[in-house]
Nanobody, 116 residues
Framework: EVQLVESGGGMVQPGGSLRLSCAAS????????MTWVRQAPGKGPEWVSSIKADGGNTYYADSMKGRFTISRDNAKNTVYLQMNSLKPEDTALYYCARFYNGIDYWGSGTLVTVSS
C-alpha cells in the first residue's frame, strides 16, 4: 500500500523558515518523481515544486523560486521542502504527491500558517 506522510508544518512568523518532510512507503521511492502541492484556504490546489526520481532536476513555481528548496533522500525514502522567507500568502495545507504520468497518490497534508 502506497503511503505518503507529511510532517514539519506549523505556525511561523513572516520571514521565518520551515522544513517539511514526506516519508514514503509501499513503493520503490527512487523510481518516482515527487511533487509538493499546496492548497490555501478557499482556493484550489497550487503546484509548488517537483523533483526527478534521481534528484538530478528540480522545478519550482515562480512565486517559490529562490525561497523554497526541494530535495530528497532516496536511502530514507523521504522528500523535503525547505521553505525560507515565508510570507502570509504561503499559508496553506501542503501535500506531498507521487508523480507518474500525473499525480497518482497524495498524502494527507501538513498545515503551514504564516502569521505575526
Amino acid at each position: 500500500e502506497v503511503q505518503l506522510v507529511e510532517s514539519g508544518g506549523g505556525m511561523v512568523q513572516p520571514g521565518g523558515s520551515l522544513r517539511l518532510s514526506c516519508a514514503a512507503s509501499g513503493f520503490t521511492f527512487s523510481s518516482y518523481d515527487m511533487t509538493w502541492v499546496r492548497q490555501a484556504p478557499g482556493k484550489g490546489p497550487e503546484w509548488v515544486s517537483s523533483i526527478k526520481a534521481d534528484g538530478g532536476n528540480t522545478y519550482y513555481a515562480d512565486s517559490m523560486k529562490g525561497r523554497f528548496t526541494i530535495s530528497r533522500d532516496n536511502a530514507k525514502n523521504t522528500v523535503y521542502l525547505q521553505m525560507n522567507s515565508l510570507k502570509p500568502e504561503d499559508t496553506a495545507l501542503y501535500y506531498c504527491a507521487r508523480f507518474y504520468n500525473g499525480i497518482d497518490y497524495w498524502g494527507s497534508g501538513t498545515l503551514v500558517t504564516v502569521s505575526s
